[in-house]
């Protein structure tokens, strides 16, 4: 197995086993104690303030228009847009997650729930889409290439002329000290995608013991730092055109634009 494809395997893996432990709080980690109430009302103001500025800029009649959401979660985001889309496809690499989400959104018909590979929007037809979101998602994936990856999904699953919204991670200063991160570091490096289950499950069972969660640690969690540049090349490289970057070298940049309409 190349180290792509064994990145893929184990953030499927610890995405399920993040589902199994609180799948609310690994979504959105600002609390541990969210009520279905509270955290669909964080997704809605997230809505608000992240995306409809920018839709209601573009003029988009979202209630003829079909959208996909990378790394859905739950369906935090998901239901917000599922009240003003005509149809969503919601992306996720964990099947736990997944099916949470499908069972708390029984009265939408029109989310299409959708199991991903951890490398691609593979099923999702080409030039389908009018937008494409994603939130607190590609700062949890491993490497460089998989987000960039991502982000040319995102432009070929566009329609000419629709949009994209998306963050990533791009802070390249430390945000601990020296001693949280020389912890952290030996955590990470217990449970990376090259140990052994055993050793993988030991060094989470040593993070409880020093009382730090095992569950947020490894690449999977502290994904990947992208200078803007990169993110930028990639997007015109695939045909978008970037209308702005938010907060350039902070860990919640925003690319925003929309793909060529020519």
């Given at each position: 197995?190349?180290k792509?494809?064994?990145?893929t395997e184990i953030?499927?893996?610890?995405w399920?086993?993040?589902a199994?432990k609180?799948?609310?709080h690994?979504i959105?980690?600002?609390?541990n104690d969210?009520?279905?109430e509270s955290f669909?009302?964080?997704g ?6 992240l995306a409809a500025?920018?839709?209601s800029?573009?003029g ?5 228009m079909?959208?996909?959401e ?10 917000s847009?599922?009240r ?6 919601a992306l996720d690499?964990s099947?736990e ?6 069972g708390?959104?029984k009265?939408f018909?029109n989310?299409?729930w959708?199991?991903?590979?951890g490398k691609t ?7 389908s ?8 998602v590609l700062?949890?994936i491993?490497?460089?290439e998989?987000v960039l990856?991502?982000v040319r999904e ?12 998306f963050?990533f991670?791009?802070?390249?200063y430390?945000t601990m ?12 490096e217990?449970?990376?995608a ?7 499950n030991?060094?989470r069972k040593i993070a409880?013991v020093?009382?730090?969660d095992g569950?947020a640690?490894?690449r ?6 992208l ?5 930028l ?5 695939s045909?978008?055109l970037v ?7 902070a860990p919640?940049?925003w ?6 309409g020519l």
């Amino acid at each position: 197995m190349n180290k792509l494809d064994l990145e893929t395997e184990i953030a499927h893996q610890d995405w399920d086993d993040r589902a199994r432990k609180n799948a609310l709080h690994y979504i959105c980690s600002e609390r541990n104690d969210w009520d279905l109430e509270s955290f669909f009302r964080s997704g809605e103001a997230d809505y608000d303030s992240l995306a409809a500025p920018f839709l209601s800029k573009l003029g988009f009649a979202t209630e003829t228009m079909s959208m996909i959401e990378l790394g859905c979660g739950v369906g935090r985001v998901t239901r917000s847009f599922a009240r003003r889309f005509a149809s969503v496809t919601a992306l996720d690499v964990s099947e736990e997650m997944l099916e949470r989400g499908r069972g708390l959104h029984k009265d939408f018909d029109n989310i299409v729930w959708t199991k991903g590979d951890g490398k691609t929007f593979s099923g999702v037809e080409s030039s389908s889409m009018h937008f494409a979101f994603s939130y607190l998602v590609l700062q949890h994936i491993p490497s460089k290439e998989l987000v960039l990856r991502y982000v040319r999904e995102m432009m070929r699953v566009l329609k000419p002329g629709g949009a994209f919204c998306f963050q990533f991670n791009s802070c390249t200063y430390p945000t601990m000290n020296w001693k949280g991160r020389l912890l952290w570091r030996l955590v990470d490096e217990s449970v990376e995608a090259d140990r052994s289950s055993w050793v993988r499950n030991s060094g989470r069972k040593i993070a409880s013991v020093i009382g730090v969660d095992g569950l947020a640690a490894g690449r999977t969690w502290r994904g990947a730092v992208l200078n803007p540049r990169e993110i930028l090349e990639t997007v015109w490289e695939s045909g978008g055109l970037v209308h702005g970057i938010r907060d350039w070298g902070a860990p919640r940049t925003w690319c925003l634009g929309a793909k060529s309409g020519l």
